[in-house]
């Protein structure tokens, strides 16, 4: 995954290969601190001989996370963080394990949090007194604090 919002919904599609003739029964596994905000959907199925499966991943990150799954960190350095626009990136280790196969399959999710806020200054603009039918102008900065355009 790619950069991501707090209090959006994300999906992505995870596809699985059996390269043996023989079906197999797979099962994913991933930490219990991410249960609220993660879901799998099927998380137990069985993949026919020289086939593939379609696991579902769903994903909806609120700001709770950053405490809750603290330890899947990638700390950049041991700072505090100085704000609340700081951005966050978190390794999700996920496992697959497939019967009759001796290694379960490990892979992490990477995924980097941002907000979206927008900052305007100033804060509040005043035009003054103004008639119908007349103009007037004044400047305003935006600044955007997200890693993503907004």
């Known amino acids: 995954m790619n950069v991501l919002v707090y209090e ?3 999906r ?3 596809i699985l290969h059996n390269r043996s003739q023989n079906s197999m029964k797979i099962q994913l596994t ?3 601190d991410f249960k609220p905000y993660l879901e799998f959907n099927p998380t137990l199925g069985f993949i026919q001989g020289s086939s593939q499966f ?3 991943l769903k994903f909806r990150p609120d700001r709770s996370i950053l405490t809750a799954c603290n330890k899947y960190l990638v700390k950049q350095d041991e700072n505090e963080p100085s704000d609340e626009f700081e951005e966050f990136t978190m390794k999700i280790p996920i496992k697959v394990v497939g ?3 001796v290694l379960p399959v490990k892979f992490n999710i990477l995924c980097c949090f941002s907000v979206s806020a927008i900052i305007f200054n100033p804060p509040q603009i ?9 103009a007037s102008r004044a400047t305003i900065e935006m600044e955007n604090l997200s890693l993503l355009p907004q």
């Open 8 to 10: 959006q919904f994300y």
């Open 12 to 14: 992505q599609r995870i």
């Open 30 to 32: 991933f930490p219990k």
């Open 54 to 56: 379609e696991i579902w």
């Open 99 to 101: 019967a009759n196969q």
């Open 126 to 134: 005043d035009f003054g007194t103004l008639f119908n039918q007349s």
